[in-house]
């Protein structure tokens, strides 16, 4: 089918750039510029930016590379969105935008900025360093270079996917924790941190998760799923985030951090009552002394609203508890026999 | 009148019991019967999936199971439950070998997990099944006088994979739901971003800073109340209200509604029906 010539003339128009200013030698607080520059249909952000730098403003400043999705280097807010310039067609964000033919383009959050655009990885990197985000080899230094150190297709499919992490920084930016305290180990790390702790081949596992479970580290995670909504690589970060929780609570135990005892009374909770026993869910998790300290105001504010949780005799079973404990309990004989399979 | 199975979520049995109790004041209004699940047991909370997942594939199949025993979909009015629910769904339609383990437990139970009911929030029942001019024409006390802050939650929009009912960047529905009560919706720059709820007990500072970041915009953007379709989202954002935005330096605050106080409201319910005053912020 032929297209008539018209609609070809359609798929050009002119679009607002709205771009984040600002370099820190010379001005005293952040701005936008407007650059209206005609676009057409397949062009991406980043060539438009380029476009921009070439023929406007060449003092605008962006990190940019390989211009294919592969360097992670152009990781920017369009929109509002953390997401890579270079793989961001312009009229694909235009069909959603609230203001029409504008594009706001700004840093990445979460990151210190330099100028413009562009953001101070070295935080991130910091971090990496600090979680052990690499293999230390378990083969004998005399071994290495003689023979192939094998893994098995269905071990490699377990970090197949966090293997395609290209360290763009766009779930970095969109974190709601790291937002909230710029100490938090980040989701690009932690998804890192699951991919060596889930390879055989690796010797710093047991280190690595140890330091994985302190402040800052794998608990704080407060399951929004911003990270794994906008990965531009569409990686499930939280599958990798819950892989170390698992982890940590296999070998470590369900007694060794608050972020575990809390995740270990829903467990006895559903077996016993089919019901979370609220009342007593901030002392499991923190001991009495935090909970006295922390929520006796709000607790006090709680009994005059008769919002209080019941405590835990008045807590009502969920109906036909009996049998449903039953299948319970049988689901943790099948789950000890698959650790003991899994062991051998 | 539509016939639905509905969760009963445990947040909203013992600490936000508000929740059912305006539901069940209204459901026959709007032709909806609500068949409540007794013998449901808590979803995990977000929690139970990396404890163990097969104890949470079968928690929640037979959640679901519950639910088709009797022919009807299964409607949460918790966003985590939901999320919860809709993911262990997604596993066990996906995964034939632990649908069969599981299944072979159910049995004993006389249960089966099948696959064929729907599990859906509330809000998407409201907009979807009984409709917003349907909603609209049953208004008794249009909420015209009212800029309302829509706060969505993470767990009804992320990951879309497993929600996929608004678009997460730019969601809508509960816009339109208050353009049907009669009210005037804000652009609320946090209207997808987090409450904070689910780290309250293991980072409470981060938690309450996420919290404060969304009840200071509404206050700016002098918004009268802040509507939320969770009742997680309504306890960090209004039993913690006070620790939040003192530690913000935020001196003022906001009162949080939960989406079925809401429509009872535009229905015609009072506040006291509702149980609107059991909550911290008035």
Redesign the interface.
């Known amino acids: 089918m032929t297209v008539p010539i018209d609609q070809h003339i359609e798929q050009k128009q002119d679009v607002t750039f709205r771009i984040f200013r600002f370099n820190p030698q010379v001005d005293s607080k952040p701005y936008f510029d407007d650059y209206t520059i005609p676009v057409e249909r397949g062009i991406t952000v980043l060539r438009s930016l380029n476009y921009i730098k070439e023929h406007i403003d060449a003092s605008i400043s962006f990190r940019a590379f390989c211009q294919a999705g592969i360097c992670g280097s152009c990781g920017m807010r369009i929109n509002?969105?953390s997401q890579l310039a270079c793989t961001t067609q312009v009229w694909e964000v235009l069909a959603?935008s609230?203001e029409p033919g504008l594009i706001r383009v700004e840093p990445l959050r979460n990151l210190p900025l330099i100028k413009d655009l562009i953001v101070d990885m070295d935080p991130l990197v910091d971090k990496m360093k600090h979680y052990s985000n690499w293999i230390d080899s378990t083969m004998p230094e005399s071994s290495m270079g003689k023979k192939e150190f094998l893994i098995s297709e269905e071990e490699f499919l377990r970090y197949d996917k966090a293997t395609d992490c290209i360290l763009c920084a766009s779930c970095v930016s969109e974190c709601?924790?790291l937002?909230?305290?710029k100490e938090?180990v980040s989701p690009a790390v932690l998804l890192k941190s699951y991919r060596m702790n889930v390879d055989t081949r690796d010797a710093l596992h047991g280190q690595r998760l140890a330091e994985l479970v302190k402040d800052h580290g794998v608990?704080?995670?407060?399951?929004?799923?911003?990270c794994?909504?906008t990965c531009v690589k569409s990686i499930?970060i939280?599958d990798a985030i819950?892989?170390i929780?698992?982890d940590a609570?296999e070998l470590r135990g369900?007694k060794d951090t608050?972020?575990s005892k809390?995740?270990?009374a829903?467990?006895s909770?559903?077996e016993k009552k089919?019901?979370?026993v609220?009342?007593t869910?901030?002392i499991r998790?923190?001991g009495v002394f935090w909970t006295i300290q922390?929520l006796l105001?709000?607790a006090v504010?709680?009994i005059m609203?008769?919002?209080?949780?019941?405590p835990p005799p008045l807590?009502?079973p969920?109906?036909?508890i009996k049998?449903?404990r039953?299948?319970?309990r049988?689901?943790?004989e099948?789950?000890k026999q698959?650790h003991k399979s899994h062991k051998k | 009148m539509k016939r639905y199975a509905y969760y009963l979520s445990?947040?909203n049995?013992?600490?936000t019991k508000e929740v059912d109790r305006s539901i069940e004041l209204w459901q026959k209004d709007l032709g909806i019967e609500f068949v409540k699940l007794?013998?449901?047991?808590?979803c995990?909370?977000?929690?139970?999936?990396?404890?163990?997942?097969?104890?949470f594939a079968?928690?929640n199949a037979?959640n679901i199971a519950l639910a088709e025993k009797q022919g009807l979909d299964l409607i949460v009015s918790c966003n985590?439950c939901l999320m919860t629910i809709r993911s262990a769904k997604k596993k066990l339609d996906e995964t034939p070998a632990l649908k069969k383990?599981v299944n072979d437990?159910?049995k004993?139970?006389g249960l089966e997990y099948r696959g064929t009911s729907e599990v859906r929030h509330l809000l998407w029942v409201l907009i979807d099944d009984i409709g917003l001019d349907a909603i609209r024409q049953k208004v008794k006390v249009p909420l015209k006088n009212y800029r309302i802050a829509p706060f969505y939650g993470?767990?009804i929009?992320?990951?879309?994979t497993v929600l996929g009912h608004d678009?997460?960047?730019?969601p809508s529905s509960l816009d339109l739901l208050i353009d049907a009560l009669g009210g005037q919706t804000i652009p609320y720059?946090h209207k997808n971003?987090?409450c904070?709820?689910?780290?309250l007990?293991?980072?409470?500072?981060?938690?309450l800073?996420?919290a404060a970041?969304a009840l200071e915009e509404a206050i700016q953007l002098k918004a009268d109340f802040i509507v939320t379709p969770c009742p997680l989202c309504h306890t960090s954002l209004d039993?913690?209200q006070?620790?939040a935005l003192k530690h913000a330096g935020v001196e003022s605050s906001i009162p949080i509604f939960h989406i079925s106080e809401m429509v009872g409201l535009a229905l015609g319910y009072s506040a006291k029906e509702l149980g609107i005053?059991?909550?911290?912020v008035s």
């Open positions: 509002g969105l959603k609230r709601s924790i937002r909230a305290n938090y608990w704080d995670c407060t399951h929004c799923y911003r794994q909504e499930p939280m819950h892989g929780r698992e609570i369900l608050s972020g809390h995740a270990e829903f467990m909770d559903i089919g019901k979370l609220e009342a869910l901030p998790t923190n922390n105001p709000m504010k709680m609203k008769h919002r209080t949780p019941p807590v009502k969920a109906k036909g049998v449903f039953e299948l319970f049988e689901m943790t099948h789950v698959d | 445990c947040i049995e013992s600490m007794h013998e449901g047991t808590c995990g909370g977000s929690n139970l999936d990396y404890v163990s997942p097969k104890h079968l928690v037979r985590t383990e437990l159910l004993k139970e993470c767990h929009l992320r990951p879309s678009n997460p960047v730019d720059t971003r987090c904070g709820f689910h780290t007990l293991v980072a409470e500072q981060e938690s800073n996420v970041e039993g913690y006070a620790k005053k059991r909550h911290i």
